[in-house]
């Protein structure tokens, strides 16, 4: 049986030939010898062809050694925002992430500080599960969440709601007591776990409250031998500390450095969130949970590890509070939910032999404050050394390039020298010869350098590189205005146009370098391309290029925030409405399908109007689109009336689809010419006025051109240059910023009710924290019932055994069903498979392709403008805590997502079962199709 052999490719490829003069030189020859051996026979050192393969073999060689320098070398530049920190994505922006789970979560807050350099505000938290029951009646499918609500109700059933959460906090020993300042500095910590948490909370969970961790006191009894040179003071100060620590495990800050000391490599230490004051060992952060049960052995372990103790004479442990009924000496049981700590009760003495020893007080206080400030010491320098310092290379002139003719002997008279002696014009021709014949090496070279100086802006991230080949004028040439004529010597980007621009298809090869550097982070656009294809035709390159390149900007955003929530807990306008605080898989979603816009807006209120109109005495429809990012003109409209609102919307996509068929270089070449009237750009036609005016008309593909739509007709153009200007931005409009595309994501969790009393019920968006931080709450003026009317719906198919639960790990998105792509059924289901993979695999999406445009006549209900309008005034009433509004808005905003619809475009019913026919245009087939 075979064994299966692993395809792999080498780590190293590189053969370093290129750095061989001798094997260059030896190879070059064997090639002469294979190519013209019946011809030349002579390859000897004294002869010309000779000379030339070694010239260019060390040529060869001087590139080779250019391109083995130092990556960090290579990409360094002395030029502004070219250096290698401007090339890459760093460490600390692309490894982390939001939290993702319990230990993410802890790092954060204990990371909570006053301020910087400040004690520590935390010194430990725990991440603990909430328990909170919704009640069902299953007959009315209404909800409660008190069963006592439920009047009437035959069959009610509960089931606990998911994604809530409570944490517990152990603050620091400065915030610890019962001082007036004390209770205040608590109470900011508070409020700043809050505000952390709400800017980096999951999808679909919610911390409903924050709570001081209970303490359950232990009393440590011990006779303890030191050695003879031991500082007794020292030594109780340390043993003091090791039981704190054991009873209590404190987290410690490090710094980056420390972290590799430690073995850890760097995704693993950037593993997680960013933190303000260094890493925490992950390890170390799971060996601090709360201790189930203390044990007398651990503390004599404990005790006799620390330096100076020689023996422990006598050692018991017990409860201080006098209820602990103990049933074994050496263990004791700590109770759910509570950290020991050592009480005053606990007696310590220490004895050199048998000589007793007395312990000043003040001493060991002073040492333990030693302890603390050594803490905070490490916990500043990991703060400040937390950064992955970026390699730092030297900068050479890599494009630099010395002409190939100026290596030969003087005797061949191609030099700078020219030739020696007396010239004859025989000599001076076949110098002449030889140095035409040996530009095109020296182009090829110079080529080569100018590549490879140019590497470190085609492969950066933010790369802004328009081309793709390059060149640069060959300079230091004896005669070279004699050789060649109408050489541009003084730009490199106009030789390398003149002599590139045929060749260099820069969209087609950014596409590529682009797919490299996102592959990076295995992430791919193939799947989106190729259908993309089909919806844009030509003009696909161009609109996906600028959406790899938009994705790829924004990509450590994208990548960290993938599972984020929105915050709901911002009340400025522009956190509210227009805004870009949304969910990041929201934004991730988006820039995958290639959307323009995925802020909170009012996408129905579109730039294109449906209009009525009388014809004939009948009732008729034509369409306009308006430019909304600049000043609401209109900037183009259909020339066609027709009987229903999906003819004009039909022939909108057509012209649309039109211009956005131009190709861009196409498009400039064109406009160089002097435009009399009559003359094509892609489907767009210039048209000239009775008043020599210009004006432009959309066409389709049709063998003879029909008008589907016209441009500045009634406003046409006055000159030339306006032409050219208003065909450019016509063009940049409808690919690059007209759409009418968006996108809503609604997460559940944060729709359900809560009751004002959360001690009672609890409840999320519900808390009031000692006083300090009251988020919100909804009821009938504090008797603690929440809105009936304001709850979803449940039992979908009767509980009888399970229960519906619409709140827990539940998103809606809604989407712009009537935009050109969204009305595509095969980019529908790409984009319902591109949105499954992307949330959480534990989150379930309803995704809802609705609405209308705002204003049209025949409408659907206008679904989407009434969810917008619900929805804002939903948003703005939870982050502003209008508490009488709250249950209404919620209520409203409840039934308007019930009444959402898919919309689809005219299509014919077909049975599963007919042949596919790709003529059929939207057609319909039972089973394959939600209607």
Avoid at 110 to 122: N, Y
Avoid at 799 to 815: A, G, K, T
């Amino acid at each position: 049986m075979s064994e299966n052999s692993h395809i792999s490719i080498p780590k190293k490829v590189e053969t370093e030939d290129q750095l061989d003069f001798q094997f260059l030189r030896k190879t070059g020859i064997q090639y002469i010898e294979e190519l013209g051996s019946k011809l030349w026979t002579d390859y000897n050192s004294h002869d010309p062809g000779i000379t030339t393969l070694e010239v260019l073999s060390y040529a060869i060689t001087d590139l080779g050694m250019r391109m083995n320098l130092n990556m960090e070398d290579i990409l360094s530049s002395n030029e502004v925002g070219q250096g290698i920190d401007s090339q890459f994505i760093e460490a600390a922006d692309i490894l982390p992430s939001r939290p993702l789970n319990e230990l993410d979560y802890r790092k954060l807050f204990i990371d909570v500080g006053l301020k910087s350099g400040s004690s520590r505000a935390v010194k430990n938290c725990w991440w603990r599960p909430r328990t909170e029951l919704i009640y069902a009646d299953c007959d009315s499918t209404k909800l409660a969440l008190n069963p006592d609500d439920l009047v009437g109700a035959a069959k009610i059933k509960s089931f606990p709601v998911k994604g809530l959460y409570d944490l517990y906090v152990e603050y620091g020993e400065d915030l610890e007591g019962e001082e007036t300042t004390d209770i205040c500095d608590r109470s900011n910590t508070r409020i700043k776990i809050l505000e952390r948490y709400h800017a980096n909370r999951n999808l679909c969970e919610d911390l409903v409250d924050i709570k001081e961790i209970e303490t359950q006191s232990i009393a440590v009894c011990a006779r303890i031998g030191v050695t003879n040179k031991a500082d007794e003071e020292l030594v109780h100060a340390k043993v003091l500390r090791s039981i704190n620590n054991y009873l209590s495990p404190e987290v410690h800050f490090y710094s980056l450095k420390q972290m590799l000391d430690k073995g850890y490599t760097t995704d693993q230490i950037f593993d997680g969130p960013l933190l303000d004051n260094g890493f925490i060992d992950t390890e170390e952060l799971k060996n601090s949970q709360l201790r189930k049960e203390v044990r007398l052995s651990d503390i004599i372990n404990v005790i006799m590890k620390v330096e100076g103790v020689q023996e422990i004479k006598e050692i018991s442990i017990a409860g201080c509070d006098g209820t602990l009924q103990q049933s074994d000496e050496w263990v004791i049981c700590i109770a759910e939910g509570r950290k020991p700590v050592l009480c005053e009760q606990s007696s310590f003495s220490y004895s050199k032999g048998s000589l007793p020893l007395n312990i000043n007080r003040k001493k060991v206080d002073e040492y333990l404050e030693k302890f603390r400030q050594e803490q905070e010491a490490l916990r500043e320098d990991a703060r400040l050394n937390k950064t992955l310092e970026i390699p730092k290379g030297t900068a050479y002139d890599l494009g630099n390039y010395a002409s190939i003719l100026n290596e030969f002997p003087d005797t061949y008279g191609v030099g700078t020298s020219g030739i020696i002696g007396n010239p004859s014009v025989e000599r001076e021709a076949l110098a002449k010869q030889l140095q035409g014949y040996l530009l095109f090496f020296d182009k090829v070279l110079a080529s080569y350098f100018k590549h490879l100086e140019k590497v470190k802006e085609i492969l950066s991230v933010n790369g802004k590189l328009k081309r793709t080949y390059f060149t640069q004028a060959l300079k230091g040439i004896n005669g070279f205005e004699s050789l060649v004529k109408n050489y541009v010597t003084n730009n490199d980007d106009v030789l390398t146009d003149a002599l590139y621009e045929e060749l260099d298809n820069s969209v087609e090869r950014r596409n590529e370098l682009l797919d490299h550097l996102i592959a990076r982070f295995a992430e791919t656009f193939s799947d989106y391309t190729f259908l993309m294809k089909t919806l844009y035709g030509v003009s696909t390159d161009e609109i996906v290029l600028r959406n790899k390149e938009v994705f790829l900007s924004e990509y450590s955003t994208l990548s960290a925030d993938r599972g984020l929530g929105h915050n709901y807990t911002l009340t400025a306008d522009d956190d509210i409405w227009n805004t870009s605080n949304v969910s990041g898989v929201q934004k991730r979603i988006a820039r995958l399908l290639g959307m323009k816009d995925y802020n909170h807006r009012n996408v129905s209120n579109s730039p294109v109007q449906i209009i009525e109109v009388t014809e004939n005495g009948a009732r008729a429809f034509k369409w306009r689109i308006k430019d909304t990012t600049t000043d609401n003109t209109v900037i183009l409209s259909g020339v066609k009336s027709f009987k229903i609102e999906y003819g004009a919307t039909s022939t909108l996509n057509e012209a649309v689809f039109q211009i956005i068929q131009i190709d861009q270089e196409d498009l400039e070449n064109k406009l160089d010419i002097t435009f009399v009237g009559g003359e094509r750009i892609g489907n767009i036609m210039v048209r000239r006025s009775e008043m020599d005016n210009f004006y432009l008309e959309v066409v389709d593909d049709s063998p003879e051109p029909v008008v589907i739509a016209c441009h500045k007709k009634n406003n046409p153009y006055t000159s030339q240059d306006a032409l050219r200007t208003g065909i450019r931005n016509l063009v940049d409009y409808f690919k690059y910023r007209f759409t009418e595309e968006g996108i809503f994501l609604v997460d559940h969790l944060t729709l359900k009710p809560t009751v004002k009393n959360y001690d009672l019920m609890g409840g999320i968006g519900c808390m009031a924290i000692e006083d300090t931080f009251v988020v919100m709450y909804d009821g009938d003026g504090g008797s603690g019932a929440a809105d009936p009317n304001a709850f979803m719906t449940t039992c979908e198919d009767g509980c009888e055994d399970d229960i519906f639960d619409p709140y827990s790990y539940r998103v809606s998105i809604i989407l712009s069903g009537y935009a050109y792509r969204f009305s595509d059924y095969d980019f529908r289901r790409y984009a319902e498979t591109v949105i499954r993979q992307e949330l959480p695999a534990h989150v379930l999406a309803k995704i809802c392709w609705v609405g209308d445009r705002q204003g049209e006549v025949e409408t659907a209900m206008n679904d989407l403008a009434n969810f917008e309008k619900t929805y804002k005034k939903f948003l703005l009433d939870k982050a502003r805590n209008n508490i009488s509004s709250l249950g209404s808005s919620t209520t409203a905003l409840l039934n308007a997502l019930t009444s959402l619809n898919n919309i689809y475009k005219p299509g014919r019913l077909l049975d599963c079962a007919v042949d596919d026919n790709d003529s059929l245009d939207g057609k319909i087939i039972l089973g394959q199709s939600n209607i």
